[in-house]
């Protein structure tokens, strides 16, 4: 092999090697090689872009005033906020109680509400055993035998002071059958004044939080 073609190899190998290097890095305002084009990219208008086509130039349209998403027309108010047109609560259930009613209820209570509330309603749920500071309410206090049903519908809709909203978590038809597992629970069970500290001492008289390490397990 002579040093001329020697050379051309070389300097032919050097070439080719640049080229599938030499891009790297560099930057380009053209749209990449795209060999396979698969429908990646389609005519289409995505959220907060621009569109030539509306007076307005945006893409997203306001919809019509009044429109109502299919589903979400939530005119009985007494069934969507547990109160009455003059804003006073609802005082029993929207619809009928059934079993189904209570067996959901019962099962929605154990998984939403058992875990501070407690799975008999007595308010001492699971947290209780790691100090919660603040003691849920017992349901079984002479208040929440007094409440209207829209009072509580509305207790879980909205979380009261230290208590959180359910209402991402439980849709309201569940609220309402929650409602009608408190009262069966609560035909059964006996009013009391306060809701108990654990460790039986009353709230009132017992020297706080630390009691808790004294509770009995026969509620849960
Ligand atoms: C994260 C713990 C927690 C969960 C879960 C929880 N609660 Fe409560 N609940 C509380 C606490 C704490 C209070 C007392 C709030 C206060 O007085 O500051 C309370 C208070 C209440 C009251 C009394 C309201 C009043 O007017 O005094 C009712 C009724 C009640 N809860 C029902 C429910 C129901 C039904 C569920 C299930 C959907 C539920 N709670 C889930 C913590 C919880």
Redesign the pocket.
Known sequence: MNTTRMNTRIVLTTAALLLLVGCRGMTSEDPPIHPNPNMDTQEKYTAQRSSAFFADGKAMRTPPEGTVGRGRLREDRAYFTGRNVDSSFVSTLPFAVNDAVLTRGAE??AI??????GISGD?Q?N?MKYK?P????S?Y?Q??YD?ADG??FE??SN??????S?RQ??PPED?WN??AH?RALQSKGTPVAV?PMPGAAPATTSGGIDTVTNRTETAQ
């Open positions: 929605r209570f939403f509400c058992s875990p501070c509330h308010g749920g947290i919660y603040i003691p849920p309410t349901l206090e208040k929440v409440m009072n509580i207790v879980i979380g009261i002071r230290n208590m959180p359910y978590q439980i609220r929650i409602v408190i809701t």
